[in-house]
Nanobody
Framework: QVQLVESGGGLVQAGGSLRLSCAAS??????MGWHRQATGKQRELVAT???????NYADFVKGRFTISRDNAKNTVYLQMNSLKAEDTAVYYC????????WGQGIQVTVSS
């Protein structure tokens, strides 16, 4: 069973930065990524990174968020800069292998 442990969330003022981390118990994957779900809204894709290191971003985070990984630590990061109030959500890490695995989610709150 793949386990994903997220960390780094919290409360930040608009314009500030946070870095989320997702430590995986599995080193073999096709891709990993981050989704988010705001209250009353559907879960949406934020960013993904492939096994080969190719990153993709949702339009609403391009230029502000950066996804990266440390293969030695089986960890994926999401650096979030220039945060906006609308970035407030629970952020979920995912790992895609034969199926998709989810982390437990971590709250990010941006105060305006």
């Amino acid at each position: 069973q793949v386990q994903l442990v997220e960390s780094g969330g919290g409360l930040v003022q608009a314009g500030g930065s946070l870095r989320l981390s997702c430590a995986a118990s599995e080193s073999q994957f096709n891709s990993m990524g981050w989704h988010r779900q705001a209250t009353g809204k559907q879960r949406e894709l934020v960013a993904t990174i492939s096994r080969l290191g190719t990153a993709n971003y949702a339009d609403f985070v391009k230029g502000r968020f950066t996804i990266s990984r440390d293969n030695a630590k089986n960890t994926v990061y999401l650096q979030m800069n220039s945060l906006k109030a609308e970035d407030t959500a629970v952020y979920y890490c995912n790992l895609d292998r034969i199926r998709r695995y989810w982390g437990q989610g971590i709250q990010v709150t941006v105060s305006s």
